[in-house]
């Protein structure tokens, strides 16, 4: 019996090639999508959740955005707090590395002795409280010691730090996982070492606050309910950012919650995501899931009709309702799985994109082969079906037997349910495609929007070379053909410089700072309005809002700092620099002349107009490697920067974009299948209806005009919908756009175009058809 319906079924499927196609594609693509997005969600929801300690892991940050201390309030923490059991200091530096086997420029973890106690990263070789425990000390990555050693075994090997330290390696462990919030660095060495790195006093000094810290409380102790106890020592130590009003608050973020906290460090690189934004991955998931259902099923319920009579057949032939129900949703279980297999090779083909709009790694190949994700995806897959099936099965098993015989069998179900089905699907596309348009022209307008400084034509390269070095590199970068003017600043618009936080005049002020050299401003085309100082070493330039703050003396130009007793003068004010994203507002910046000695972050080179560009730069990176010996270091166009700023709103445009397809591409297929249902409960009348003269474009005009007032029910209930999630989202961004009507009413207009298109199909062989094929049995 089961067999025999297999042979039926096929053979419906058969005859009904074009039905079969769309059914089995659309499922497939919705499947895949579904499939990548699901890996990506539960991904992104498992960070850092394999930590034996998790639960006993915070983060100490001033409130749920900013988490940068002193490196000193670590100690004292820990010294007053007997609820601590350890704490661990990160911070992300680009060094050089060098072992016997070569060199390389790279980011570097530098952590302090407790690091692997606290967080579960698995060691090859080395115990977790010694491979960190002596000053000189240094981890490395399996991929890291299989690059640089070969098969050597790297366990007491040397390690040299930019060219300067030498270190031991203590310990290899695995890969940093890519679930974790700490980024994947491939060296890890003992924070002690940021001494000789950074300089100075830095291990000790309460005056830069740029370190992240983690604490491991004791078991059962409550550490979140300290943060009083914290703030009181932390003004009892007169620490400026407390004493001084720069913050007000300390907080400490559970470990599993930082991810998702926003939370923003200086240098120790931890990985953040929206939260909102994966659930809105996970909204547009069940949504896609969800039309792929009502899709099948209107495609199922429009082939009712043919259906119908082998249902009513079988029950002549003995078989009863739940027989009938049964097959039918095996049916759809069977075509399900179908689908999905055929999906599952388009997600392959598809994860490279995924991975790359997404910034991650879904190892779909990887995730299959873990046997309980495995029997979820089927168990998954298996209740689609049911559901996918049950709606049809259900409307096809009532047909009546007496029908068939009488050759008057009818489909007699509801045009509500179908038009409730439709018009969701309606919403969700014209929702979907609507905030695709408005994220795409945010990105567009940010990408495009006047910054206050030039950035074509501009190679920033990262400095390696010692301060007297820099007037010889300069005469031979400034003797390449294409090369017309060269910088050497600590600082600027690309990457942000300092930032100098102080008091003036009773409030609290914080500036940016850029230490610059005259060729700056001309290679940034940054305008200055003169106040009539000569520039010189006790001289700043401010914008206008540093100026607005600071208040000087309107003939002098003079500020007199309250810290220390100094005065400088304001040689000038430049325009409203963005030295940050859109994502934030621009704030004061201060520049001041790098004096000699001062150590240039970066090498600025202006290419002339008109020169090859990526010639230029080449032969621009090949002078420099020549004299600086060799030294890795890494080189990008200032307008890349610039592009890198929005590539979170550009990948995400470009998976909306992917999903308003999908989505478009499946209601279409199920307003073609409607359009069949709809023209076939209309056969006897349009038949009617052209026996008394109705015209051809009369017939067209009445089935059009049915869908057409599906489309403006959907696009009145859409339009609210997404002009608040639009609202919403924009209130993020300082700089933004207005949500203009003629968006929505261009997406409006686009659904009605392609939808009429797609119907007119089905209408025009309607209205063209010989009324007397379908009047005939009346």
């Given at each position: 019996?089961?067999?025999?319906?297999?042979?039926?079924?096929?053979?419906?499927?058969?005859?009904?090639?074009?039905?079969?196609?769309?059914?089995?594609?659309?499922?497939?693509?919705?499947?895949?999508?579904?499939?990548?997005?699901?890996?990506?969600?539960?991904?992104?929801?498992?960070?850092?959740?394999?930590?034996?300690n998790?639960?006993?892991?915070?983060?100490?940050?001033?409130?749920?955005?900013?988490a940068n201390?002193?490196?000193?309030?670590?100690?004292?923490i820990?010294?007053?707090?007997?609820?601590?059991?350890?704490?661990?200091?990160?911070?992300?530096?680009?060094?050089?590395?060098?072992?016997?086997?070569g060199?390389?420029?790279?980011?570097?973890?530098?952590?302090?002795?407790?690091?692997?106690?606290?967080?579960?990263?698995?060691?090859?070789?080395?115990?977790?409280?010694?491979?960190?425990?002596?000053?000189?000390?240094?981890?490395?990555?399996?991929?890291?010691?299989?690059?640089?050693?070969q098969?050597?075994?790297?366990?007491?090997?040397?390690?040299?730090?930019?060219?300067?330290?030498?270190?031991?390696?203590?310990?290899?462990?695995?890969?940093?996982?890519?679930?974790?919030?700490?980024?994947?660095?491939?060296?890890?060495?003992?924070?002690?070492?940021?001494?000789?790195?950074?300089?100075?006093?830095?291990?000790?000094?309460?005056?830069?606050?740029?370190?992240?810290?983690?604490?491991?409380?004791?078991?059962?102790?409550?550490?979140?309910?300290?943060?009083?106890?914290?703030?009181?020592?932390?003004?009892?130590?007169?620490?400026?950012?407390?004493?001084?009003?720069?913050?007000?608050?300390?907080?400490?973020?559970?470990?599993?919650?930082?991810?998702?906290?926003?939370?923003?460090?200086?240098?120790?690189?931890?990985r953040?995501?929206?939260?909102?934004?994966?659930?809105?991955?996970?909204?547009?998931?069940?949504?896609?899931?969800?039309?792929?259902?009502?899709?099948?099923?209107?495609?199922?319920?429009?082939?009712?009709?043919?259906?119908?009579?082998?249902?009513?057949?079988?029950?002549?032939?003995?078989?009863?309702?739940?027989?009938?129900?049964?097959?039918?949703?095996?049916?759809?279980?069977?075509?399900?799985?179908?689908?999905?297999?055929?999906?599952?090779?388009?997600?392959?083909?598809?994860?490279?994109?995924?991975?790359?709009?997404?910034?991650?790694?879904?190892?779909l190949?990887?995730q299959l082969?873990?046997?309980?994700?495995?029997?979820?995806?089927?168990?998954?897959?298996?209740?689609?079906?049911?559901?996918?099936?049950?709606?049809?099965?259900?409307?096809?098993?009532?047909?009546?037997?007496?029908?068939?015989?009488?050759?008057?069998?009818?489909?007699?179900?509801?045009?509500?349910?179908?038009?409730?089905?439709?018009?969701?699907?309606?919403?969700?596309?014209?929702?979907?495609?609507?905030?695709?348009?408005?994220?795409?022209?945010?990105?567009?307008?940010?990408?495009?929007?006047?910054?206050?400084?030039?950035?074509?034509?501009i190679?920033?390269l990262?400095?390696?070379?010692?301060p007297?070095?820099?007037p010889a590199?300069?005469?031979?970068?400034?003797?390449?053909?294409?090369?017309?003017?060269?910088?050497?600043?600590?600082?600027?618009?690309?990457d942000?410089?300092?930032?100098?936080?102080?008091?003036?005049?009773?409030?609290?002020?914080?500036?940016?700072?850029?230490?610059v050299?005259?060729?700056?401003?001309?290679?940034?085309?940054?305008?200055?309005?003169?106040?009539?100082?000569?520039?010189?070493?006790?001289?700043?330039?401010?914008?206008?809002?540093?100026?607005?703050?600071?208040?000087?003396?309107?003939?002098?130009?003079?500020?007199?700092?309250?810290?220390?007793?100094?005065?400088?003068?304001?040689?000038?004010?430049?325009?409203?620099?963005?030295?940050?994203?859109?994502?934030?507002?621009?704030?004061?910046?201060?520049?001041?002349l790098?004096?000699?000695?001062?150590?240039?972050?970066?090498?600025?080179?202006?290419?002339?107009?008109?020169?090859?560009?990526?010639?230029?730069?080449?032969?621009?990176?090949?002078?420099?490697?020549?004299f600086?010996?060799?030294?890795?270091?890494?080189?990008?166009?200032?307008?890349?920067?610039?592009?890198?700023?929005?590539?979170?709103?550009?990948?995400?445009?470009?998976?909306?974009?992917?999903?308003?397809?999908?989505?478009?591409?499946?209601?279409?297929?199920?307003?073609?299948?409607?359009?069949?249902?709809?023209?076939?409960?209309?056969e006897?009348?349009?038949?009617?209806?052209?026996?008394?003269?109705?015209?051809?474009?009369?017939?067209?005009?009445?089935?059009?005009?049915?869908?057409?007032?599906?489309?403006?029910m959907a696009?009145?209930?859409?339009?609210?919908?997404?002009?608040?999630?639009?609202?919403?989202?924009?209130?993020?961004?300082?700089?933004?756009?207005?949500?203009?009507?003629?968006?929505?009413?261009?997406?409006?207009?686009?659904?009605?175009?392609?939808?009429?298109?797609?119907?007119?199909?089905?209408?025009?062989?309607?209205?063209?058809?010989?009324?007397?094929?379908?009047?005939?049995s009346?």
């Amino acid at each position: 019996m089961w067999l025999t319906n297999l042979k039926t079924y096929r053979k419906f499927l058969g005859n009904n090639k074009f039905f079969t196609l769309v059914t089995i594609m659309g499922f497939a693509i919705s499947l895949m999508f579904v499939l990548l997005l699901s890996i990506y969600v539960k991904q992104e929801l498992s960070i850092d959740q394999f930590h034996k300690n998790k639960d006993r892991i915070f983060l100490l940050a001033q409130t749920k955005e900013k988490a940068n201390f002193a490196n000193p309030a670590a100690d004292l923490i820990k010294d007053n707090l007997p609820e601590v059991e350890s704490f661990t200091r990160l911070v992300g530096r680009n060094v050089t590395i060098e072992t016997p086997n070569g060199k390389v420029n790279m980011e570097t973890l530098f952590a302090d002795s407790a690091f692997f106690n606290m967080f579960s990263f698995p060691l090859v070789e080395g115990e977790p409280s010694k491979v960190l425990a002596t000053k000189k000390s240094a981890v490395v990555t399996e991929s890291f010691a299989k690059k640089m050693f070969q098969d050597e075994d790297p366990i007491g090997k040397p390690l040299n730090l930019d060219d300067s330290t030498s270190l031991t390696i203590t310990g290899i462990m695995k890969d940093f996982p890519k679930n974790s919030q700490i980024p994947q660095n491939e060296v890890v060495v003992n924070y002690q070492m940021i001494e000789k790195n950074w300089g100075g006093d830095i291990l000790t000094t309460w005056n830069n606050s740029s370190f992240t810290m983690y604490f491991m409380a004791k078991e059962g102790a409550d550490l979140e309910a300290k943060t009083p106890q914290i703030l009181e020592l932390f003004h009892k130590s007169s620490y400026w950012m407390y004493t001084q009003g720069f913050a007000k608050e300390v907080t400490f973020i559970p470990l599993t919650e930082v991810y998702f906290s926003g939370v923003h460090t200086n240098f120790s690189g931890i990985r953040t995501n929206s939260k909102t934004l994966v659930s809105i991955y996970l909204t547009i998931t069940i949504l896609i899931l969800v039309v792929a259902i009502l899709n099948y099923i209107n495609l199922s319920v429009s082939q009712a009709g043919k259906r119908g009579k082998e249902a009513a057949m079988k029950k002549l032939l003995g078989c009863d309702k739940k027989g009938i129900i049964v097959q039918f949703v095996s049916e759809s279980v069977i075509m399900t799985f179908v689908s999905f297999f055929i999906g599952l090779f388009l997600a392959f083909l598809a994860e490279p994109f995924f991975n790359d709009v997404l910034s991650t790694d879904l190892g779909l190949g990887q995730q299959l082969q873990n046997i309980p994700f495995s029997l979820l995806v089927i168990a998954s897959i298996f209740i689609i079906g049911l559901i996918s099936g049950l709606i049809p099965a259900m409307i096809v098993s009532k047909f009546q037997p007496i029908e068939v015989v009488k050759g008057t069998y009818m489909l007699k179900v509801k045009s509500v349910y179908s038009k409730i089905l439709i018009s969701f699907q309606y919403i969700v596309a014209i929702a979907l495609l609507t905030c695709s348009a408005f994220i795409i022209k945010q990105t567009f307008f940010m990408k495009n929007y006047d910054l206050g400084f030039n950035k074509d034509n501009i190679l920033k390269l990262d400095n390696t070379i010692e301060p007297e070095r820099i007037p010889a590199l300069r005469s031979l970068l400034e003797g390449i053909a294409g090369v017309d003017k060269v910088s050497f600043p600590s600082g600027s618009p690309l990457d942000g410089g300092n930032n100098n936080s102080f008091s003036y005049k009773g409030q609290s002020l914080s500036f940016q700072t850029f230490s610059v050299d005259t060729a700056f401003f001309e290679i940034f085309d940054i305008k200055i309005k003169p106040t009539g100082i000569t520039p010189s070493n006790n001289t700043v330039w401010v914008n206008q809002k540093g100026y607005d703050a600071l208040q000087p003396d309107s003939i002098s130009h003079t500020v007199n700092f309250e810290e220390g007793g100094n005065s400088v003068q304001i040689a000038g004010i430049t325009n409203d620099i963005h030295f940050r994203s859109l994502h934030t507002e621009t704030g004061p910046l201060m520049l001041n002349l790098r004096q000699d000695g001062w150590w240039p972050w970066s090498i600025i080179v202006k290419i002339k107009t008109g020169a090859d560009l990526f010639k230029t730069a080449d032969e621009i990176k090949q002078v420099y490697s020549e004299f600086n010996g060799g030294i890795p270091f890494d080189a990008k166009f200032a307008d890349d920067t610039v592009q890198e700023w929005y590539t979170k709103e550009e990948k995400t445009s470009k998976i909306l974009i992917a999903f308003t397809i999908l989505t478009f591409v499946i209601l279409l297929m199920g307003i073609l299948a409607m359009s069949l249902y709809y023209v076939r409960q209309k056969e006897k009348e349009i038949g009617i209806r052209k026996v008394n003269g109705a015209t051809e474009k009369e017939i067209m005009a009445m089935l059009n005009m049915n869908f057409i007032r599906w489309i403006v029910m959907a696009f009145v209930i859409a339009v609210p919908i997404a002009y608040y999630i639009m609202q919403q989202w924009l209130e993020n961004y300082p700089y933004r756009i207005s949500l203009s009507w003629w968006v929505f009413a261009l997406t409006g207009l686009l659904v009605v175009v392609l939808s009429v298109a797609s119907i007119s199909v089905q209408s025009w062989r309607a209205a063209s058809a010989n009324p007397i094929d379908s009047i005939k049995s009346e």
